[in-house]
């Protein structure tokens, strides 16, 4: 079974900067991990960042657009989150998604077949 697994996560401090990455098992392009998507305890799991495949579009939640940077290594199958300006309302474990059924619905869960070990972000005053 095709996973992803994110890593990079760690405690910071308000207005620090962390860099996620994900890498895939998965051996072809439609597995490889396009999306970043956060779950804080006691919420839903919120869309944060969207790449397409070829990596010339990217979308942002609003919250943290400015904010955060995505963008995948040199062979798509790493994929990577720059956050910046880091604030507490960011802490919570992230997770990074591949298999995009449908550009319809970049920020929506069930879009992607393909989830994985997400890492914990938690931003401290």
């Known amino acids: 079974q095709v996973r992803t697994v994110a890593s990079g996560g760690g405690s910071v401090q308000v207005g620090g900067s962390l860099t996620l990455s994900c890498n895939t098992s998965g051996l072809t392009s439609n597995t490889y991990p396009v999306a970043w998507f956060r779950q804080a305890p006691g919420k839903e799991r919120e869309g944060v960042a969207g790449i397409s495949l070829g990596g010339t579009i990217r979308r942002y939640a609003d919250s943290v657009r400015g904010r955060f940077t995505i963008f995948q290594g040199n062979d798509r199958k790493v994929l990577h989150l720059l956050m910046n300006s880091l604030e507490p309302e960011d802490s919570a474990t992230y997770y990074c998604?591949?298999?995009?059924?449908?550009?319809?619905?970049?920020?929506?869960?069930?879009?992607?077949?393909?989830w994985g070990q997400g890492t914990q972000v938690t931003v401290s005053t």
């Open positions: 998604a591949g298999g995009r059924r449908s550009d319809d619905a970049w920020f929506l869960p069930a879009t992607y077949k393909i």
